[in-house]
C-alpha cells in the first residue's frame, strides 16, 4: 500500500515546474522533446493498447502523431519514417514482436501503408481505408479527433483547473491495428510505441507523461532515443527526484520501479483499463496526477472524458473534427510551441549532430 500525502495545489505546481516540465509543454507525450519540435509526423502523441470491446479475444493498439494537424503539424505520415508497436512478451522490456508502418508519398491526399511482423509481409493499403490483415485483424489510418483530452490551460495556471479541453476540437494522424491476442504472445504484454529514421530512435512512448513530467528538460531527447530495458540503470534516479518534489521520499521509492521501464503493462485477457493497458476513454492525467502528488484523494483536472464520443467498434476513434480548427486551440499550439522555442528546422538539421 502506499502511504499518501496531501499537498496543497499550488505547492505541487511549483514543484513541477521546478522539477521537470518545461513551461507551457505537459501534455501526453505532444511536443515531448525539443527535437521534436517542427516535426509532428515523427512525434508520437499518445499510445493505447486494450481488449477489442466487439471481441474479447482481439487486442487493439493506437498511436497517434501529428499534433494539432493543421496548425502544427501537417496530416501525412512521413515518408522516411517508421513506425512501430513494440510487444514484449517475455518480461524482460526487450520487443519480441514488432509491426512496423511506412508509408508512401501522398498522392491527391492519399498515402499507401505498409505494415510487416517482425520483417515479414503483415498488411498493406490506403489511408482512411479499413485494412483487413494476415492474421485476421483489421488496420486503419489516417486523421482523427485526437483522444487525449486535458486542461492544459489550468495547469499552466498553478493548477487552477476549468474543466477547459485544451485538446477539444484537435484532431491527430493514427494507426490502428486490431489482431487476434494470441498473436500477441501474452496474456501478460509490454507496449511501446517508437518513431525511427531507420538508424535513429526518434520518439518512444510507453505509458502517457512520462517523459514530460518525471525526465529533466536536458533528457528529454535521450530519453526519446534510449531503449526501455535500460531505463531504470539510466533514469530511475531523475524519476526518483522528480517523484519526490512532487510527494514524498517513500511514494517516489514505491512507483519508480513500477513507472521504468517505460512500457505499457496490458494483460490481453482483462477488459480493464489503465494501469492495465490504457483505453481511449481512460483519464490518465488524473489518475497519474493522483499517483505522483501521493495526494489522499483524487486530484482532477476538471476533463473528464473526450470532446467528442468515441465509436463502439474500429476503428473505435471518433471522426476527424471540422477544420479550421478552433482559434483557442490555435493560440494553445502557440503557447506549448513557446516552451520550446519553436521553430521551422530543416529535416537535415533535425537528423544531424544533436547537442
Ligand atoms: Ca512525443
Ligand atoms: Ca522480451
Ligand atoms: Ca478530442
Ligand atoms: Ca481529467
Keep these: 500500500m502506499l502511504r499518501r500525502f496531501s499537498l496543497p495545489l499550488a505547492l505541487v505546481a511549483a514543484a513541477l515546474a521546478a522539477t521537470a516540465a518545461p513551461p507551457g509543454a505537459l501534455a501526453s507525450d505532444h511536443l515531448d522533446a525539443p527535437n521534436l519540435s517542427g516535426v509532428g509526423a515523427l512525434d508520437i502523441n499518445d499510445l493505447y493498447a486494450f481488449q477489442s470491446p466487439t471481441n474479447a479475444n482481439n487486442s487493439v493498439l493506437i498511436m497517434t502523431v501529428n499534433p494539432f494537424v493543421g496548425s502544427l503539424s501537417g496530416s501525412t505520415f512521413d515518408t522516411s519514417t517508421t513506425y512501430e508497436f513494440q510487444i514484449d512478451n517475455t518480461g524482460d522490456a526487450v520487443a519480441d514482436l514488432t509491426y512496423a508502418a511506412t508509408f508512401a508519398a501522398p498522392v491527391a491526399g492519399v498515402q499507401t501503408g505498409t505494415v510487416t511482423l517482425n520483417g515479414s509481409a503483415y498488411a498493406a493499403g490506403a489511408t482512411g481505408a479499413t485494412i483487413a490483415t494476415s492474421g485476421g485483424g483489421q488496420l486503419t489510418f489516417g486523421v482523427f479527433d485526437d483522444p487525449f483530452f486535458f486542461d492544459l490551460a489550468g495547469f499552466n495556471n498553478g ?10 476540437g484537435a484532431n491527430v494522424s493514427a ?55 535500460g531505463d531504470f540503470a539510466a533514469f530511475g534516479s531523475d524519476v526518483n527526484s522528480a517523484i519526490a518534489g512532487l510527494s514524498n521520499q517513500p511514494n517516489a521509492d514505491a512507483l519508480t520501479p513500477i513507472l521504468l521501464p517505460d ?93
Excluded: M
Excluded at 318 to 339: S, T
Design 159 to 168: 493548477l487552477a483547473f476549468t474543466g477547459d479541453d485544451a485538446f477539444a
Design 263 to 355: 512500457v505499457l503493462t496490458f494483460d490481453t485477457s482483462s477488459s480493464a483499463g489503465f494501469l492495465n493497458g490504457r483505453q481511449l476513454a481512460d483519464d490518465v492525467i488524473d489518475a497519474e496526477l493522483t499517483l505522483l502528488t501521493g495526494s489522499a484523494s483524487p486530484i482532477g483536472d476538471g476533463v473528464d472524458a473526450n470532446d467528442v464520443a468515441f465509436r463502439s467498434a474500429f476503428p473505435y476513434l471518433a471522426p476527424a473534427n471540422p477544420v479550421p480548427e478552433p482559434a483557442a486551440a490555435a493560440l494553445l499550439v502557440c503557447a506549448i510551441a513557446g516552451g520550446w522555442g519553436l521553430r521551422k528546422r530543416r529535416r537535415s538539421l533535425h537528423y544531424g549532430a544533436r547537442d
Design 175 to 229: 494507426i490502428v491495428l486490431e489482431v487476434p491476442s494470441s498473436e500477441l504472445g501474452g496474456p501478460n504484454i509490454g507496449v511501446w510505441a517508437r518513431t525511427t529514421d531507420g538508424t535513429n530512435q526518434i520518439d518512444r512512448v510507453g505509458r502517457p507523461a512520462i517523459n514530460t513530467v518525471l525526465i529533466p528538460s536536458a533528457r528529454k531527447q535521450e530519453f526519446n532515443e534510449a531503449a526501455p530495458a
